[in-house]
């Protein structure tokens, strides 16, 4: 059984088999020496053998490797690591610590791991952090060294890792200058906007730097923040502001924590409605991409961002089309967004871009998932939807289109009666229907044959009648 500190000698360790073996051998040779030790005549033979043997045993005492760190953690071993001198995170001996904003210690690559998931609260205290900066604990690193020097323990090297993705001090004292003259003047607003988008744009690593501090984003949206008079915003320091925060916003871990800084949003549904071209097509740009995150899609929705989004894609600039149809699809995945950009103008907007050929592969994406609305519904009939759908559905290779198509078409067919009149003269005249039933995708084939069969149905019981 192993005493404290040491483990037990031959316990898988073939330097410490070996030892073994030699003290087994010594002590038969001192054992032989002192029975013959009773006699005059020593054995000068069995002196000189265990001579050998207490050199070979020493030097394998000196080659043989200190105790690992596996060894500290395996069944086998007694040695019981402090509290104190283990992480927090992984619940192991810290290689590397470090202090967070709260105080506590936590082994670098563990916390590190923390930070970079968009965790921003203490493991260990749950408090909001008011910085992401690792400081060194110089004075636990020392404690731990010489913990283990006193127990034989060799402590592996810090898991290798590039801090902050290659940023250097250089570069975060840059960073907090840039930020200070945000509120400087006008001249040093503009020249810091500029230098921020251009770096953002450029070091994707240079995007962690927002995360360290709950005021570096309110303090680059200050020029432009709410109570700012529109006349009081220019344009050109907008859109770089407007910019960064799309390039912010593209770093997964930045995505939570730049839609839930307060002003965000209102400030992107401000740049949606002003300003050039650009920062409104990046203002959605911004919104598509925080939209990722079901916990933002909700944001944004609650805002009211969809109209403005809807106005966007109405006025039909093609520099900024695309991507307001990107971010209302996005936004609508989450159902109670649909009734939303319903109830804000979007079916009516959609149809006339459809109609008129416009990004028609993504509208039509976009009218498939409002379609589960029953007021959306109501409305394509108004605006003439079925006419519209199947024509699209006869021009068109595009598997997907068609599918579309056909899956609104379904909808209406199931809820909408006054439009099977429609339904059958299309079928009728063109089999567009039956065509889709042999030619579809899974999923348009089986849409195709239900309208089939409700319409057939339909007679059946009308000439029974």
């Known amino acids: 059984m192993a005493k404290s500190g040491v483990l037990e000698e031959g316990d898988g360790d073939p330097v410490a088999a070996n030892v073994v073996e030699l003290k087994r051998e010594l002590q038969r040779i001192v054992k032989a020496i002192v029975v013959d030790d009773e006699c005059d005549d020593v054995d000068l033979e069995a002196l000189d053998k265990a001579h050998i043997l207490l050199s070979g045993l020493k030097e394998l005492k000196i080659k043989k490797p200190s105790l690992s760190l596996k060894k500290i953690h395996h069944e086998s071993s007694s040695l019981t690591v402090p509290e104190e001198f283990r992480c927090p995170l992984s619940k192991e001996l810290i290689r590397d610590p470090v202090i967070v904003s709260t105080g506590q210690t936590y082994d670098r690559p563990f916390i590190q791991k923390w930070l970079k998931a968009g965790n921003r609260t203490c493991p260990r205290t749950q408090q909001v952090l008011s910085h992401t900066i690792l400081t060194p604990n110089h004075l636990i690193r020392e404690m731990i060294s010489q913990w283990c020097k006193n127990c034989g323990i060799q402590l592996p090297d810090p898991i290798q890792y590039s801090e902050d993705d290659g940023l250097t001090e250089t570069d975060r004292d840059l960073f907090i200058s840039l930020l200070s003259k945000m509120s400087s003047s006008l001249s040093d607003q503009k020249e810091s906007a500029r230098e921020l988008r251009l770096l953002t744009k450029r070091m994707p690593s240079f995007r962690l730097l927002f995360g360290e501090s709950v005021d570096a984003i309110p303090q680059l949206l200050s020029p432009i923040s709410k109570g700012k008079s529109p006349g009081d915003i220019y344009p050109d320091m907008q859109e770089d502001i407007i910019t960064t925060l799309l390039n912010l916003s593209i770093h997964d871990n930045n995505k939570k924590l730049v839609a839930e800084t ?204």
Request: aromatic share 2%; hydrophobic share 45%.
């Open 262 to 465: 307060p002003m965000v949003i209102p400030i992107l549904m401000d740049a949606l409605r002003s300003g050039t071209i650009e920062t409104r097509s990046n203002a959605a740009a911004a919104l598509f991409t925080l939209s990722a995150l079901d916990s933002n899609k909700a944001l944004i929705g609650k805002s009211g961002a969809l109209k403005p989004l809807i106005v966007l894609l109405d006025e039909g600039h093609h520099l900024a089309m695309k991507d307001a149809a990107s971010a209302i699809f996005n936004i609508c995945i989450l159902h109670e967004n649909k009734a939303r950009a319903v109830r804000d103008g979007s079916v009516k907007v959609i149809l006339k871009k459809i109609m008129n050929r416009v990004l028609v592969d993504e509208l039509l994406a976009i009218l498939a998932m409002l379609s589960t609305n029953q007021r959306a519904v109501d409305e394509m009939g108004e605006f003439e939807a079925v006419p519209c759908l199947f024509s699209i559905m006869r021009e068109t290779s595009c598997a997907r289109n068609k599918e579309n198509c056909i899956a609104i078409l379904h909808t209406i067919c199931f809820s909408d009666r006054t439009k099977w009149k429609e339904l059958r003269e299309e079928e009728k005249t063109h089999g567009t229907i039956s065509q889709l039933v042999q030619n579809g995708t899974s999923r348009a084939k089986r849409k195709a044959s239900g309208i089939l069969e409700r319409l057939n149905r339909a007679v059946n019981i009308t000439h029974t009648a």
